[in-house]
């Protein structure tokens, strides 16, 4: 058979689509005679805005839409006109909920200019691939590749009727497979959850016109009667999760007119599923859908792939998509990257609540960019969320990377039943004293997702909701059905909201503006000696020096800890000190800004090596992450 895996936007330009890596790499082993193709839209869509719009429309552009337009669904809405064969589908309702939402003007903008060029590269789609007489065209789709897909897949059945198109990835997990696959009839297969193992089950019935009734997970039609088979129970082993095939994106990435202005990257996962989330799910997170169960490649696996997919694309950045890295790797994965001799950029995410060791290990690892789902400085909105950290924990973590010139992403979520404006005010009155510490994107309010605990079970506080409205001017279906196909829902703001949650955000972009002008330095002259250089953007220009029990006593607070935690760590390390003086001292400490407070609890916040700088005399713009 001939097969032709297709990915179209929004996947990120610089990025290749792991889905379609692996899955072509599968189906060429386990069916060696079939010819699989690929398509990487995101790419041709990108050349596509850019020629037909005079060069106008850049790549940047593309990244603007891909990168901050999720929660408005406005990748979707543009291709929503060449879906329903309608320029002007539901343009005064996008107007209607841009005006109401307060939309970024040129987000708006530039997505009102880009659909007038989506019924083109639709066409131009669809006539290529139904010119290359394919048996079967898969779709892989997450967040904002559902409209795209369809759309392509509407016109493709018109063009090429005995084509047979299928669905897969994030988007179709669940109900929302189901939702996908019945309400468009030109979809003829959803395979719903991993596809390692599903796909070529379904290629096998294809190939034999048999019904694939013993393939877990596949919605399929019996006539005109949608069948969805049941989700399999368990999970696909690491086995059988091939290295995945990223030539033919290399190519297209050479050959694209955007090429200059990318930097290629290739993705790599070591695991599946979320370790710490088996047990203490993060209340507000959907991402692992229906196969949260961790499980990961052995180190000798992992290095293999990544030795030969940097040996062979000389791609030396790395991105590992696993939602949390395995601890093992820290005894038999990193000190493979750290003795290769590569000069890499890795991007990982790990917990937040790693140690100063394994931070550093994980930089000489060249593990440079992490994303360790701090998500707040308060420890009772912590608990709300399930994290098992401290506030005082995160703020370590983020002055522990700085230590070590490790770049984290991170952004600052509220809006959680249960939290107070007094959770919130002793962390807003201290935000100006982390301005040399790396701040977070933004301050975003959590979005209900499916799949997450919040949805799951109603009762932790989200009892209505609907699917986002967005959908409305998207879809043409039934609010039912949306109900099945939508992965973000509205729901009445819960948490801080007014004053409290305007002060967060002008908080934020202080920090964000503030932090490229600041460092607070800890010069170590000796063990009964130390002196902290405050030049942080917003604070008095001046030398902090500490002696004797005192400047033990900072030391002894790297960790964190409570005053009485100190003030037995003093006496225990030969500074008896009275608890009043330990606490007067803190309070002093408090006051200059040297110290973080979560609680009842103490972490230092100066550091000791100068870490690069960024220096801007404007404030750096905020961006928001999905």
Request: aromatic share 8%; net charge negative.
């Amino acid at each position: 058979m001939r097969v032709i895996l297709v990915s179209l936007p929004w996947q990120l330009l610089d990025l290749p689509s792991l889905a379609v890596g692996i899955l072509a790499r599968r189906v060429r082993q386990v069916r060696p005679d079939d010819t699989v193709m690929e398509v990487h839209g995101a790419l041709r869509w990108a050349d596509h805005l850019y020629t037909a719009s005079d060069g106008e429309l850049s790549a940047a552009d593309y990244a603007e839409i891909a990168e901050h337009g999720l929660h408005h669904g406005i990748g979707d809405w543009i291709f929503a006109g060449a879906l329903y064969d309608d320029p002007s589908w539901r343009q005064e309702q996008f107007a209607d909920y841009a005006a109401r939402v307060r939309l970024d003007h040129r987000l708006k903008r530039l997505a009102t200019r880009m659909r007038h060029y989506a019924a083109g590269f639709v066409e131009a789609v669809a006539d290529d691939l139904a010119r290359a007489q394919p048996d079967v065209v898969g779709f892989t789709t997450t967040f904002m590749q559902n409209v795209p897909s369809l759309a392509v897949a509407r016109r493709l059945k018109q063009l090429l009727p005995t084509v047979r198109t299928v669905m897969g990835g994030a988007n179709c997990d669940g109900p929302m497979g189901q939702a996908l696959h019945r309400n468009h009839r030109f979809v003829d297969y959803a395979v719903r959850g991993e596809g390692e193992v599903a796909f070529p089950a379904l290629l096998d019935h294809i190939a034999a016109g048999t019904q694939p009734r013993d393939v877990p997970g596949v919605c399929w039609w019996d006539g005109q009667r949608p069948v969805a088979n049941a989700q399999p129970v368990g999970v696909v082993p690491p086995g059988l999760i091939p290295v995945p095939d990223y030539a033919a994106w290399h190519q297209a990435v050479e050959e694209s007119v955007s090429r200059p202005y990318l930097e290629p990257q290739l993705v790599l996962e070591g695991a599946r599923g979320c370790w710490w989330g088996e047990k203490h799910q993060c209340t507000f997170c959907g991402l692992n859908g229906s196969a949260i169960g961790f499980r990961s490649k052995p180190a000798d696996q992992l290095w293999a792939e990544i030795a030969e997919l940097v040996g062979h694309h000389r791609i030396l950045d790395l991105v590992m998509v696993d939602n949390i890295i395995d601890m093992r790797y820290f005894e038999d994965l990193l000190p493979r990257l750290a003795a290769s001799g590569w000069d890499l950029r890795v991007h990982y995410e790990v917990k937040s609540n790693l140690k100063a060791e394994q931070i550093r290990r994980l930089v000489e690892a060249c593990v440079v960019h992490l994303q360790p789902g701090i998500e707040s400085l308060n420890s009772r909105v912590l608990q709300l969320m399930d994290k098992g950290v401290s506030g005082a924990r995160n703020v370590r973590t983020l002055r522990d990377c700085q230590q070590v010139g490790a770049t984290v992403d991170w952004n600052y979520l509220y809006g959680f039943p249960g939290e107070r404006e007094q959770d919130y005010r002793p962390i807003l009155q201290q935000m100006p004293a982390l301005a040399h510490l790396q701040p977070p994107a933004d301050a975003t309010r959590i979005a209900l997702e499916r799949f997450s605990p919040y949805f799951e079970r109603p009762e932790l506080g989200f009892p209505h909701r609907t699917p986002a409205s967005f959908y409305q001017h998207i879809y043409d279906l039934p609010d039912a059905e949306l109900a099945d196909l939508a992965y973000l829902f509205d729901t009445p703001a819960q948490g801080i909201t007014g004053q409290t949650e305007a002060t967060l955000h002008e908080c934020v972009q202080q920090w964000r503006s503030a932090h490229p002008r600041s460092n607070l330095l800890l010069a170590d002259e000796d063990t009964n000696r130390y002196v902290i250089h405050d030049r942080r953007h917003g604070w008095p220009e001046r030398d902090h020096t500490l002696t004797g029990w005192q400047a033990a006593a900072y030391r002894l607070l790297e960790p964190g800890r409570t005053p009485a935690a100190l003030t037995r760590a003093l006496a225990h390390a030969g500074h008896p000190v009275p608890d009043q003086d330990t606490s007067a001292w803190l309070r002093r400490m408090l006051r200059h800004g040297l110290v973080f407070k979560d609680g009842n609890q103490y972490v230092t916040l100066a550091h000791p090596t100068t870490p690069a700088r960024v220096w801007a005399d404007d404030p750096v713009p905020a961006k928001t992450s999905p």
